[in-house]
């Protein structure tokens, strides 16, 4: 054995040292550190289970609990100098989630173990350190592969937690704003052109639909991946008779896992994560494109809020919408990281292989990502003032009340497709004229067809052209306020 392999996990059958460029490169921890609580508590967990299997006794079961609790401030009074104690104690005090981000960004705590091979390799040595040899039996009847499965299920439920928190913040400041808007209006589009007009409560509903999804989405993903791989063994199961009920009771989890083969390789759940952020950024990402457009000088319908805005270096009149554009570009960066996994996946033979490593950074920036947009952009969204008047006037002008002008002819018997056409034709009257179809006299309009009668213009009125949309889903005025008491009702109810 090599003096520099001593400290390892797995010395006994090597007698030359790593090379060294390829032990640093190899080396997980200086990602894997932030996954220091999750490990603190598999480990405990682990302890509990081969205790009962008789590996520990009651009073080194009870040191060995005790000086895993020690571990994280061990670590962080090891590297001192770098770490802010302060934000580690109260990010575990609160359980905030994501607590061990703390550690992630303590380049010194990695630093100071330059021979650390990973969370795992960490926790062991520091272990060590404070409770002496027996901290060497921990590793019995247990595998780093069910370990880093383990903490990674632990990550990615944290991350499904948090991220639900952040999306029913967004929805509450969607359907805030909606109910705001009252009754206004905003012309909807298709292909980039003027289509209908709709309530704008109407259209940030359709955000919530959406969020509401996501939110479903990442709890669906959360029932499925919660089960303990503790138990399963570097591969074929631990060797020792372990009731793996205990971990995972322990840990939070519904169950164990039910084949160590999947548990040990598996990591669908973390690609069931990332890709439903996938999802989540792609709702977040055509929100902020539609923002961006509504605040260009074209639409003039949003001043955008200065405090999410910034300026030009070189043009002093510039507010430029930075924060929409990086939300775009962030969705563009989750979509990698699902990427990522789902390639790093797709090759690989059962079970543990160690590309399964590359998986992590991608699942942590995944979480790092989606939870910085959803921190902003929930007060991004109350401060958003639209232009009321201007989107009335882009919603009453330019014949958006065709449809309305076509159904009020079918109303009156005439088949929808020839209703179509007279209506082209009143349009195209209109276009020539300079006149929107309210403003054709009766007289020109039934020219084109005697079914036009005086009650033609109440019928294209802007109210009128709403609310002819009654049906569930439409946006008939009284249709969007029940969508929006429900939708505020699910939210107060925790149903959202
Ligand atoms: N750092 C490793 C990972 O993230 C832990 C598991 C190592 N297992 C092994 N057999 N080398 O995948």
């Not at 090891?78 to 770490?83: H, P």
Request: hydrophobic letters at 45%.
């Amino acid at each position: 054995m090599s003096e520099q392999n001593a400290t390892k996990m797995w010395s006994g059958r090597f007698r030359e040292p790593l090379n060294q460029a390829f032990e640093a490169w190899q080396a997980s921890f200086r990602f894997d550190v932030r996954l220091l609580p999750h490990e603190v508590a598999a480990s405990r967990a682990h302890a509990r289970m081969i205790a009962a299997a008789g590996i520990l006794t009651e009073d080194e079961l009870a040191t060995m609990l005790d000086g895993l609790n020690q571990v994280p401030r061990a670590a962080i009074a090891a590297g001192s100098s770098f770490f802010n104690l302060e934000a580690y104690s109260e990010a575990h005090a609160k359980h905030r989630p994501n607590a061990g981000a703390v550690f992630s960004a303590q380049p010194g705590i990695v630093a100071l173990h330059p021979h650390v091979e990973d969370i795992h390799h960490f926790v062991e040595v520091t272990l060590t350190g404070i409770i002496g040899d027996l901290a060497l039996k921990l590793h019995t009847g247990r595998s780093r592969n069910e370990q880093i499965a383990t903490d990674m299920r632990l990550f990615v439920r944290e991350a499904i937690d948090t991220t639900i928190s952040g999306l029913t913040r967004w929805t509450q400041s969607l359907v805030d704003l909606a109910e705001q808007a009252g009754e206004a209006v905003m012309p909807s589009y298709t292909h980039l052109q003027r289509a209908e007009p709709v309530l704008i409560a109407h259209w940030l509903l359709a955000y919530v639909a959406m969020a509401e999804r996501d939110i479903t989405r990442f709890r669906d993903a959360r029932k499925r991946m919660n089960l303990c791989p503790l138990g399963s063994g570097a591969i074929a199961g631990a060797t020792l008779p372990l009731d793996r009920t205990i971990a995972a009771e322990a840990l939070g989890f519904d169950g164990p896992t039910p084949n160590s083969m999947d548990a040990t390789s598996d990591r669908d759940f973390a690609l069931e994560f990332t890709q439903a952020a996938s999802v989540l950024g792609l709702h977040i990402s055509r929100f902020a494109e539609e923002l961006t457009l509504q605040a260009t000088a074209e639409y003039g319908f949003l001043d955008l809020p200065e405090a999410f805005s910034t300026g030009s270096s070189a043009m002093p009149q510039k507010k430029n919408p930075d924060f929409t554009e990086l939300i775009r570009g962030k969705s563009a960066r989750l979509i990698g990281s699902a990427t990522t996994l789902a390639v790093l996946i797709k090759g690989l033979p059962l079970a543990y292989n160690k590309d399964l490593q590359e998986g992590q950074e991608p699942v942590f920036d995944a979480a790092d990502t989606i939870a910085a947009m959803l921190a902003i952009l929930p007060e991004f969204t109350r401060a958003l003032t639209f232009r009321h008047a201007q989107m009335k006037t882009a919603a009453d002008t330019g014949y958006l009340n065709a449809m309305a002008a076509a159904t009020y002819l079918s109303n009156k018997g005439i088949p929808f497709r020839k209703a179509h056409e007279i209506i082209g034709n009143a349009v195209r009257l209109g276009l020539e004229t300079h006149r929107e179809l309210s403003e054709i006299p009766l007289a020109d309009l039934q020219q084109l067809s005697p079914a036009f009668a005086e009650d033609f213009y109440a019928s294209v009125t802007l109210e009128a052209t709403l609310d002819c949309h009654d049906v569930i889903g439409g946006t008939a005025r009284p249709r969007v306020a029940q969508a929006l008491t429900a939708a505020r009702a699910r939210l107060t109810e925790g149903l959202v």
